[in-house]
């Protein structure tokens, strides 16, 4: 008896610790739920000012792939010329090479038609020594003429073979720079893709504020200012655009990227600008900010990949990035990189 005793005692005990333990395993999960859910907290949603500062982050980024965009179109479009015009030049030059060897083929028969008999021969048993001598005249000048032609027509043949040279080259620099269009599209579109996504996420009204920012066009006090001259057609012409979309790669009338604003503002005036932010930089003379004309070009960032028109009273008219417009907006908005009077 005091056996079975002993072994119900025993079996109670160790009920008991085990619920014991239970409780104590169950309030060490407890607690160390507890811990990791405040380790790890639901990733919260960044700050409206933190997505502003990445949007445009990315469309600097992005209008920098524009202007490479643009470069690469533009070297796209010049060697797609200059391949037009190696082509032509090709086929001309195998017209002229075709042209001399029927001309050689014409005076190589008639030579051979002429002087199937030893000369010697032929005066000897000639009746007329006197019109064999003539002939004979005659053959020495056709000799002279076949080897003029032919001499003719080697060269001919020597700049045929290197202008195809030149046009192969130019196919395959066409090629690569096609390939470099393509890669820079991609990237602008990636960029941009990505700065619509962060301002959708954004609450209405930072939405609705930066919205605001980016359509404004009103038109600010340019103190009154008179313009004349090519200057002065193009700022007009660049007022006309006020409120027209900026869409990169584009050079009017409908939209613009900045350096296609430029571009297009100035052909009105007759002047032919380049087409890239940068190249459009040194496209005149450079002259202190403090002595900035309405009509100088402002570019912006050491890398100069955007530029402004400078309209007078502090102010530049610009396509500013992707979502905003054609719009007015201080000379000192950002960093400049020079300004240049065309």
Not at 14 to 25: E, F, K, N, S
Not at 56 to 63: G, S, Y
Not at 128 to 154: H, M, V, W
Not at 207 to 236: E, F, N
Request: net charge positive; proline share 5%; charged share 25%.
């Amino acid at each position: 008896m005091g056996s079975h005793r002993h072994t119900g005692t025993s079996h109670t005990a160790r009920h008991a610790r085990g619920v014991t333990a239970a409780t104590a395993l169950s309030a060490a999960a407890a607690t160390a739920a507890a811990t990791l859910g405040g380790a790890a907290p639901a990733e919260a949603k960044p700050e409206p000012a933190a997505t502003r500062a990445s949007v445009e982050r990315l469309l600097t980024e992005a209008e920098r792939a524009t202007e490479a965009f643009n470069k690469a179109d533009e070297r796209t479009g010049a060697l797609r010329a200059e391949l037009r015009r190696t082509q032509d030049r090709v086929a001309r030059g195998q017209d002229r090479v075709n042209t001399m060897r029927g001309a050689l083929g014409a005076l190589a028969g008639a030579q051979y038609r002429s002087g199937g008999v030893d000369p010697a021969l032929e005066l000897i048993f000639s009746a007329d020594p006197e019109q064999y001598l003539e002939k004979a005249a005659t053959l020495d000048r056709i000799s002279l003429r076949r080897a003029g032609e032919l001499n003719r027509l080697t060269q001919a043949q020597r700049l045929l073979t290197q202008e195809r040279a030149e046009a192969a080259a130019t196919l395959a620099e066409l090629t690569r720079s096609r390939a470099a269009t393509a890669r820079h599209k991609r990237t602008v579109e990636a960029k941009l893709a990505r700065a619509r996504a962060l301002l959708a996420a954004l609450p209405d009204g930072d939405r609705d504020a930066h919205d605001r920012r980016a359509s404004r066009s009103d038109r600010p006090d340019l103190g009154g200012i008179a313009l004349s001259g090519r200057a002065g057609t193009a700022v007009a012409a660049a007022q006309r655009a006020l409120g027209k979309p900026y869409v990169w790669g584009a050079n009017g009338p409908g939209g613009f990227d900045c350096s296609g604003l430029m571009q297009w503002a100035y052909a009105q005036a007759g002047v032919g600008l380049p087409r890239t932010s940068q190249a459009q930089r040194n496209a005149g003379q450079h002259v202190p900010l403090s002595q900035a004309r309405p009509g100088d070009l402002v570019t912006y960032r050491a890398d100069a990949s955007h530029v402004g028109m400078y309209v007078g009273n502090g102010q530049v008219i610009h396509a500013p990035y992707p979502g905003a417009s054609v719009r007015y907006d201080p000379v000192g908005m950002m960093p400049i990189a020079s300004v240049t009077r065309v």
